[in-house]
């Protein structure tokens, strides 16, 4: 996963962040979903600015209830912290 800017900001785990986690849109997780699915390059626009590509292998949910995509390059980004996903290939 490369990040285009904020020096690499969405590439790590977010499970440090600041704040508590605020569950997503069912609508905005089928769609991520569906990405993961079907093994789509997106590229995700993080609520700090930053923007990352990459494939989704998987989600994940911690005992405290924060959601993670677990992307391909072994990265994790909580799912809160996601603005926005658009297919790119």
Do not use: W
Not at 44 to 55: K, Q, V
């Amino acid at each position: 996963m490369n990040a285009e800017s904020d020096g690499g900001e969405g590439s790590e785990s977010r499970s440090g962040d600041a704040g508590a986690y605020r569950p997503i849109a069912c609508d905005f997780h089928d769609q991520l979903e569906a990405y993961a699915t079907t093994r789509r390059l997106v590229r995700l626009s993080l609520d700090s600015g930053a923007t990352t590509e990459g494939r989704i292998a998987d989600f994940r949910t911690t005992a405290s209830k924060e959601e993670f995509l677990m992307m391909q390059d072994g990265s994790a980004i909580r799912l809160d912290k996601i603005a926005a996903a658009r297919a790119i290939d």
